[in-house]
């Protein structure tokens, strides 16, 4: 990972979503009626959280699981619902201020600590599972990889990742998307190719006892994502906590 375009980047997208866009994507995240294409994508976002969800679960007593890049919350609030122990990180400080909000109102089994940072600051310690979803879609397939990997290196048992696939219907969507009105432009994304993924991912040195698999892709109109599912195979779960920091 190249740190400087990593940090360029990160800063960016913290930007995008803490100051620019804050208010577009707190109505998508939530009830309230929006156009046809926002539609679309929150229809497929809720498809990619189902999906995430499945892999880990209903049962998720004693499991200290990383949210990276948690947005407003709802997959953070789903897992404690379930009885983990959360980690809910994002870089908009308005977003985990909305997240709050919206997890004071849900019954929980578990327990969230909601966090305004970097989501691979290893003073979070190590975890069972992470879930990002559309967490790295605004990074270079070295960087995306490079976080992986580092995410990886403190997790357990499994990640649960989502990125943008690269496929000409999905460049031929994101350049008529340029043409749309500005509220209903998606933010900067960096479609890549599940292969290549799989492939640069097989080569990291500290992902090389895991199994690597591409879940279901979602197309739901201007929403295409991918699941990314990365498994531990070397160590046996032990129920009594020791995964945790």
């Not at 619902?81 to 919206?102: M, N, P, T, Y």
């Not at 879930?131 to 879609?137: E, K």
Request: aromatic share 6%.
């Amino acid at each position: 990972m190249d740190p400087t375009s990593y940090q360029q980047r990160r800063n960016e997208v913290e930007h995008y979503f803490d100051r620019t866009a804050f208010s577009a994507w707190a109505r998508l995240t939530s009830d309230a009626p929006v156009s046809r294409i926002r539609a679309t994508v929150r229809a497929g976002r809720e498809r990619m959280r189902a999906n995430m969800l499945d892999a880990l679960g209903t049962d998720l007593q004693g499991r200290r699981i990383l949210d990276a890049g948690c947005g407003a919350g709802a997959i953070a609030i789903e897992l404690a619902r379930r009885g983990a122990d959360v980690l809910a990180v994002d870089l908009s400080r308005q977003f985990i201020e909305l997240a709050k909000e919206r997890a004071a109102r849900v019954p929980s089994e578990g327990r969230i600590l909601w966090v305004a940072g970097d989501m691979l600051d290893a003073n979070f310690g190590h975890f069972d599972h992470v879930v990002a979803m559309d967490s790295l879609i605004h990074y270079e397939v070295v960087d995306m990889t490079r976080a992986l990997e580092r995410l990886a290196e403190r997790t357990k048992l499994s990640l649960h990742v989502s990125f943008a696939p690269r496929t000409p219907i999905l460049a031929l969507m994101h350049a008529a998307g340029r043409c749309l009105p500005r509220a209903d432009r998606a933010p900067s994304i960096v479609p890549l190719a599940g292969e290549m993924v799989l492939s640069l991912l097989s080569k990291k040195s500290g992902l090389q006892s895991c199994k690597l698999s591409l879940g279901e892709r979602v197309n739901s109109g201007f929403y295409v994502s991918q699941l990314l599912n990365i498994e531990h195979l070397t160590v046996a779960y032990e129920p009594n906590g020791m995964s945790h920091a």
